[in-house]
């Protein structure tokens, strides 16, 4: 009992969310450091296209909705803490009372993507009858909840990327495009067309800057979501394999 509440405590409510913000804490500290130097201000100055700019507030967007989906992970965790808990401390028997799932001598579940799940095998259980329980389609789509817009990430650590090197497109474009009017022997068009291509050279490389480093750090947000997501599941499985289907495989009222 002490092991399996080693393994709940890293699905508290607190874990995965606690990680994301040390992670956001370091990536602000860092913008702040970059903006005292006077980097971020020489970037967007830089970048002609705004270019820059633009991946700086996907790169926002895309970390609001990996907070959103931490928070809906660290909820479930908790919820099934929680459930496992109440499981364990049970008298031997579940019961349905409509949509919720009740423990003999703990009370009901608490709502939750894996509580549902113990409900669907509840009623599977007492549909087939004594038969051996096979969860294994219900596993799927309870991966398939818990991942809920996850993939959002890749999309999205994908699209910066694309972004910078859209980017880098435009600022070679910018820089050679003055070269076709050059003239050698006029100081003025060729120190016109050296700026020009200063600032393409400027447009290209801040934005493959950008869409780089916002890849990797949206990149990194949605990995943690994800190992806590799997790590979830990976408890479900357990809980589910254990506990909840020899519970229902052994009672009576499995057969009804």
């Not at 970390?63 to 459930?83: P, V």
């Not at 499981?87 to 003999?104: P, Y």
């Not at 694309?162 to 435009?170: E, M, W």
Request: proline share 4%; net charge neutral.
């Amino acid at each position: 009992m002490p092991t399996t509440h080693a393994n709940l405590d890293s699905l508290g409510d607190r874990g995965p969310l606690l990680r994301w913000l040390v992670f956001t804490g370091l990536c602000v500290f860092a913008f702040v450091l970059l903006w005292r130097f006077g980097l971020i201000r020489q970037m967007v100055a830089g970048d002609r296209t705004y270019l820059s700019s633009v991946i700086a507030l996907l790169y926002v967007a895309a970390s609001m909705h990996c907070l959103w989906r931490t928070i809906m992970i660290s909820r479930e965790g908790d919820a099934a803490r929680r459930s496992g808990a109440m499981i364990e401390a049970g008298s031997g028997g579940l019961d349905l009372d409509g949509d919720a799932v009740v423990v003999d001598g703990a009370g009901r579940l608490p709502p939750g993507l894996v509580s549902a799940h113990i409900h669907d095998l509840a009623v599977k259980a007492r549909l087939q009858g004594p038969r051996k329980l096979d969860q294994t389609l219900l596993l799927r789509g309870l991966a398939g909840r818990l991942r809920g817009s996850n993939p959002f990430g890749a999309f999205a650590s994908d699209t910066l990327m694309k972004l910078g090197l859209l980017g880098t497109i435009i600022g070679f474009i910018m820089m050679l495009a003055p070269i076709a009017g050059l003239d050698p022997s006029d100081r003025s068009t060729v120190r016109s067309s050296m700026n020009l291509m200063s600032d393409g050279m400027a447009v290209a490389m801040y934005t493959t800057l950008a869409g780089l480093v916002g890849s990797i750090l949206v990149r990194i947000q949605y990995y943690m979501l994800d190992d806590a997501t799997a790590k979830l599941f990976a408890y479900a499985v357990g809980l589910t394999e254990v506990r909840v289907v020899s519970i229902l495989e052994g009672q009576p009222g499995a057969a009804e």
